[in-house]
């Protein structure tokens, strides 16, 4: 089976509070983009292959892909193996759930090539022992996500709006992120209720102008080439700019294609990874 395995952007986060096991509470507006890792999945007799073009990317024990195959054999008692071989187009460490996305990919395929008759619901349980994003990504589309991430509200499609995204060079640890947020210090929350009124009734504006992230408390005080990102793209017409998850990736949200071409050959001069995409 060939198999899509997309990115997401976040069109808000917020941290809500703290659970006793030290996760951090989260409300947040979740998109797929038109980006997307191809992974090809193979029945073999036995095992567990991995195979990537990205040299830089582990193939063994540590990729998540093969956490998610071991995890679907061992739980649906499967005695044959299979063979994942990994096109990487979406920026690793970046906050685009680029891992996550690849063993939301593995369980759904594995369920089809197995034929194991599991709902999605049963899928995105099992993909939470992998990682808070895997039951967003087994879900897809537009979404509002609470809890730690695994619990998912639908929402109305906010499809083929025009996006530039950039990776800068360096990567960000979400554990680094989350351990320096202090909750007690976070003055302005993303107005959730504002941002699901905006997707509703299809107000681009209204969505773009509100777009927060909390992490980006932490995130740019580090960082400030993320900062000159945001500025650079609404410099360049963006309706708005924001970093996604806990970075440093930046995405800027466009309603004309030639501003989104001249943002994205701008950027192209400073930084290797940069696109030109669409929500879906």
């Known amino acids: 089976m060939l198999v899509k395995a997309y990115a997401k952007i976040n069109l808000s986060l917020d941290v809500v509070g703290k659970r006793e096991d030290g996760y951090h509470l989260l409300k947040m507006i979740m998109q797929n983009i038109e980006l997307y890792d191809l992974l090809n999945v193979k029945k073999i007799d036995s095992g567990i292959i991995i195979s990537c073009n990205k040299k830089f990317v582990p193939t063994d024990e540590r990729n998540i892909a093969y956490k998610a195959a071991k995890l679907f054999k061992e739980t649906y008692c499967i005695s044959a193996g299979v063979s994942i071989e990994i096109r990487k187009n979406i920026p690793v460490a970046a906050g685009l759930a680029g891992g996550s996305t690849d063993a939301a990919a593995v369980l759904k395929a594995m369920r089809d090539l197995y034929r194991i008759d599991i709902s999605d619901k049963e899928l995105m349980g099992l993909g939470l022992k992998l990682g808070a994003d895997v039951p967003y990504c087994i879900h897809g589309g537009s979404a509002i996500c609470e809890g730690i991430g695994e619990v998912i509200t639908p929402l109305k499609s906010f499809k083929q709006h025009i996006i530039v995204l950039v990776k800068p060079s360096f990567g960000v640890s979400t554990k680094e992120v989350y351990i320096n947020l202090d909750i007690n210090k976070i003055k302005k929350h993303p107005n959730t209720e504002l941002l699901l009124e905006a997707i509703e009734s299809e107000n681009l504006e209204l969505l773009s102008g509100n777009m927060k992230n909390v992490l980006e408390n932490v995130t740019l005080k580090k ?58």
């Open 223 to 280: 960082h400030k080439a993320i900062r000159q990102l945001k500025e650079n793209m609404i410099h360049h017409g963006a309706l708005g700019s924001l970093m996604s998850g806990s970075g440093p990736s930046v995405f800027g949200i466009f309603d004309d294609i030639l501003k989104a071409q001249r943002c994205f050959e701008d950027l192209k001069t400073s930084c290797e990874e940069v696109f030109i995409t669409r929500t879906i």
